[in-house]
Structure formats: C-alpha cells, structure tokens
C-alpha cells in the first residue's frame, strides 16, 4: 500500500491542527520567505554508497531495506511504520548530495517536491516536531541542488514548504523529545530563520530557549543523559552550526550556548580514539569520516583531552595507541548498552579490539543481540548480561550493573584503572572485577579479571548456585571482539593469538593458562555499512566453582609499521558498502 494513502495530520491533536492552521494561514498571508538571505555552506554529510544505493532504488531506513527501483521514497514499502516516518527527516539528501550526479539530483529534486505536493499542508507523518528541525536543515543545506534548473518554479514552492515548517516547529518544538531531539529542532528553526528573507522574528525565542536546553542537558561535565558519544558529537555539531550561523548574521550566540560547548569539546576528545573514531557505547558509532574533526576546528576551542574520568569512561594513553573503558552503569533508554567493565582499543588509525556495536538500523533483533554484555569485550556469564531486561525484553534495564570499586592509577611506566561492578550479584552473588595497566609507550596492556563472590551474603547466594549445577560451576567467558579488518590466527600451538594489522603492526594476545583459548565468530555492526560485518573474537572461557575465580592475559605489539609506509587508509573501498 502507498504509503501516501496514510496521510494523516501530525498528532491529530488539536493544538497541533491549529498551530498547522495558523502556519498555513501565515504562509497565506504574505509571512513567506522572499528568498534566502544568505546559503551557508552545506554541513551534513552523507555518503557515496549510500547515494548510489539510492539511486538504484534500494531504500534504507530503520535496519530494513527495501528494494523498489522507480518508486519514490516516500511509496516504499517499509516493514514498519517507524521505518516509513524516518525518511520525511530528509537525511538520504546527505547522502545522494555525496553521490553528487545528475541522476542523484533528480531524485533529491523529484522526491522533495513531491513531498511538498502530498504532505506540504500539514498531512502525513513528517511534522512530527522532533523530524522538522532535520528537515529544515537538510533542506537549506542543499537548496542549490533542489532549485537548479527550473529554478525560479521550483523556489516558490520551497519557500513557501520551508515558511510553513518554520511557523509551525516555532509554536510546536516544545514536544520535541529532550535532548538531541529538542536541540535539533531549536537549531532548526535557528538556521532556517535567519537564511530565509523575512523569518528573523523567530531567532530570539529559539537562541533563548535552546539555551535552557543545553544547561539542562548537558551536565558540569559536559556528558549528556545517554552517554552515548555519538549522540554527544551530534549534539556539538548542532551548537556549532547555530553559533556560526548566528556569527554570519551578525548575531551572537547565548553565554549558555558557549558555555556548553567549552564543557563538551574536552570531553569529545577524550572519548575520540586514536584514529579520529569515537568509542562505541551504549547505541553509538564511530562518527562519519572527519566530523569530529570537523566540528572541533569549526567551535574553535582548544582545549586538550580531560584527564581522569568522562561521561562514565575511563581512558587510557601510551603511545600510538588509545583504550576506553566503559567505568559506570548503564544509562535509562532503550539504547542503552548492559557494557559495564568492557573495552575498546585502537593503535595508531587501526582499531584492534572493540564492541559488536549498535544493531540499531539492522532491525529489532540486531539491536537486543548488540546490547548484550555478550557483545562487548569483557567478561560475561553464560546466559546473564551484567545488567537484564525485563520479561518483555524492551526499553531500560530493569536490573543494571552498579560500580562499586574505581580508581584510576598513574604509574611512572604507564597507567591503569581498577574497576569492580556487582552485575551478578543478585543472580549468582558474583562481581566482576578487572584491571587494566597500559604501558607509557602503548606496546603492551595487561589485563586481570576475577570473577568472585564479595559478601558473606554473595557467598551463600553462590553456594546455592553451585548446589544447583551439582558443583559443575557458574560457565563464564572473557571475549575480546576484533575489528573485521584485523587478520587473526592461533599461534603458538593454541596457546597465543596473533593479530595482524593492515598496517603492517602484529599484536600478540597471550593468557595464563587458567580459562580454555578459543577463536570464535562474532560479527560488527555500523549504521554507516549496508548490512553487519562477520569477524572474529577471542574467548577464554571456564567454570567458576569457587568464591574467586582469576586469570590474567596481555596484549602486546610485536611488531611496528613498517617505516617506508604511511598508513593513511583506515578502511578497504569494498568495505564501505
């Protein structure tokens, strides 16, 4: 079915049926943007596979894709409703204004206009308050690609869309969801208001208002509810692009807006990894090719990593080569990750251990398998994430993982962090507790991990359990989830693994003999691929039969980049699709 035969107001709300009248009665009553007084240099970026994909008619939205050549995208029959609702936020734009050539300019400029025609007057899903502000965006981003040709047509019918969007999200971003949501509806309304001719008298409301956001949203620290990193880098590049744009109209940003941004930037560079990619927690990526780079030089701050402690991440340096660890318990949300005690590390622009990642865009079932703790590199009880879903298997944590030991330790060799988290405690009466010391010249991490019972009453609780499985013992697994661009072998007869990098590097992983060393398939998962990656993971796996259960592994560089390359590629051009 079309999905055009569902056209339905926004809510079907009344204050949204009149706030959609009073935008359509202004955009009747001469209140529509003459022109555009300025147009900034487009911001968002997509990408070329994905430009190309479109083009050939296979859509993408909300882990489904669909293929239908010859369809508009807003008639694509996507599985789900909320697969259907994405695309009215205008983001494949990003990605066809990538591909760059005629035959992605005439779909950016059919589909748009289309859009205006069936769903410009307020029907159909897209003026949801929390996809406007994306829209709005994306629209004036690329207005030169949609207005050439026919241009003087065509930029009637545009201004006056983009007119009724701006009156409309200026009386409704309120029921933008908080956070990123409301935030990118604010700077919605921000850019658009002050590129389109005559829409000025909405500016200060919003800088006010997204002020209040900001200082609301984003703590003392600079993290934000989520402590997704992802999430936290599209929430500086939004204030970046507002305060510019505010900076080419003449206009200054509010104390608050800069305020938040001076909190954010540290903290960004903190969890950016030593190839430019950010830490993948809790529903987050990597972050497009360049942004956070991008974004930084754009805010114009300076300043150098945090030291310490970040949004609930520990980091540790030496060397060429970064880790991340995630130090705290999960936060509320469905996005959120049961990865308390798990680790990422990168050298030089090779990432080597990581998460599985968010199975967000992958469907339903991608999305439960990569929150689990199974999923991430650390240790994990057979059949138990450190902290559970509720029966439905939906939404928050109902039982999370709390920290209960941290501390960070310099060293003169290098440092560390000491963490302990109590994730099955109330199930087996079992904590996990790790420690980690990365040497200053980053060639070699040492890695303890326990799994023990603390308390007189986790003792009992573990008696129990043990009673129950006829003392065969609690099955526990230590994974280390390697990037699908690492080559992984056994070597030295099962007793170690080798790790060779694209780079030319080798790193070895060597444990002491106490758990069983397998190599098992995993898989990696990155909203910016078409479909997951198959790679591999190293697991030592055992029975804990007693109150404290102990191994030790390293991780160590055997050998260098070769000197006469310069390793600059991170991915293989096959691996983008």
Same mark, same amino acid.
């Given at each position: ?334 996005? &959120?990750?049961? /990865? @308390?005690?798990?680790? $990422?590390?990168? #050298?030089?622009? %090779? ?5 599985? +990642? !968010? ?14 703790? &199974?999923?991430? /590199? @650390?240790?994990?009880? $057979?059949?138990? #994430?450190?902290? %559970? ?5 939906? +939404? !928050? ?181």
């Amino acid at each position: 079915m079309a999905f055009g035969e569902h056209e339905q107001r926004a809510s079907g709300g009344w204050r949204d049926k009149l706030a959609l009248w009073r935008s359509l009665r202004a955009a009747q009553k001469a209140k529509v943007a003459m022109g555009f007084v300025s147009q900034p240099e487009p911001r968002t970026i997509g990408l070329y596979a994905r430009g190309k994909q479109l083009v050939a008619g296979n859509f993408t939205s909300g882990g489904a894709v669909v293929e239908s050549p010859g369809v508009p995208i807003w008639d694509v029959p996507f599985p789900d409703f909320g697969q259907r609702v994405e695309v009215h936020g205008f983001v494949w734009l990003d990605d066809l204004a990538a591909l760059g050539d005629t035959r992605a300019q005439e779909r950016a400029q059919a589909w748009t206009f289309d859009w205006i025609a069936r769903f410009g007057k307020g029907k159909g899903p897209g003026w949801q308050p929390d996809l406007i502000g994306r829209r709005l965006i994306r629209l004036i981003n690329h207005a030169p690609m949609l207005l050439e040709g026919d241009e003087a047509t065509r930029q009637v019918a545009l201004l006056g869309s983009l007119s009724m969007q701006v009156h409309f999200l200026a009386q409704r971003w309120s029921l933008a969801a908080p956070g990123l949501a409301r935030i990118e509806a604010l700077t919605g309304i921000i850019v658009a208001s002050l590129v389109l001719q005559g829409m000025s008298g909405h500016v200060d409301a919003a800088v006010k208002a997204l002020a209040a956001e900001l200082e609301s949203e984003i703590d003392m620290g600079g993290g934000i509810p989520s402590r997704n990193p992802e999430e936290l880098l599209d929430v500086f590049t939004l204030m970046t692009w507002g305060a510019q744009t505010l900076a080419e109209a003449g206009r200054t940003a509010s104390p608050q807006h800069f305020a938040a941004m001076e909190r954010v930037a540290p903290v960004l560079r903190s969890l950016r990894h030593a190839d430019g990619g950010l830490a993948r927690f809790h529903g987050g990526g990597r972050g497009a090719e360049g942004r956070l780079d991008s974004a930084l030089a754009n805010a114009g701050i300076k300043a150098a990593a945090s030291t310490g402690m970040v949004m609930g991440y520990a980091r540790l340096t030496g060397g060429r080569t970064t880790l991340v660890l995630d130090a705290a318990p999960p936060p509320g949300g469905p996005l &959120a990750h049961a /990865s @308390t005690n798990a680790f $990422e590390l990168t #050298s030089g622009r %090779r990432p080597l251990v990581v998460s599985c +990642g !968010s199975g967000l865009v992958f469907g339903a079932e991608w999305r439960q398998a990569g929150r689990a703790t &199974a999923s991430h /590199s @650390t240790l994990s009880i $057979e059949g138990f #994430s450190s902290s %559970r879903l509720g029966p439905g298997g939906e +939404g !928050s944590f109902v039982e999370r993982a709390e920290v209960t030991t941290l501390r960070v330790l310099p060293g003169e060799n290098g440092h560390g962090v000491h963490l302990a988290q109590n994730g099955w405690a109330a199930t087996h009466g079992l904590s996990h507790v790790r420690d980690l010391m990365l040497t200053q010249d980053g060639r070699h991490l040492t890695g303890f991990d326990r799994i023990a019972a603390i308390s007189t009453a986790e003792k009992r609780r573990l008696e129990k359990v043990l009673a129950a499985s006829r003392q065969q013992g609690v099955r526990f697994a230590v994974r280390f989830h390697i990037h699908p661009d690492v080559d992984v072998r056994l070597d030295m007869g099962g007793a170690a693994v080798s790790l060779a990098l694209k780079s030319g590097e080798i790193w070895v992983f060597r444990h002491d003999g106490t758990a069983k060393l397998t190599l098992e398939p995993s898989i990696y998962l990155e909203k910016t691929k078409l479909r997951p990656r198959e790679s591999r993971q190293i697991v030592l796996s055992g029975h804990a039969v007693d109150f404290d259960t102990q191994l030790g592994w390293t991780l160590a560089k055997a050998q260098d980049t070769p000197l006469a390359i310069r390793d600059l590629e991170r991915e293989d051009p096959a691996s983008q699709i």
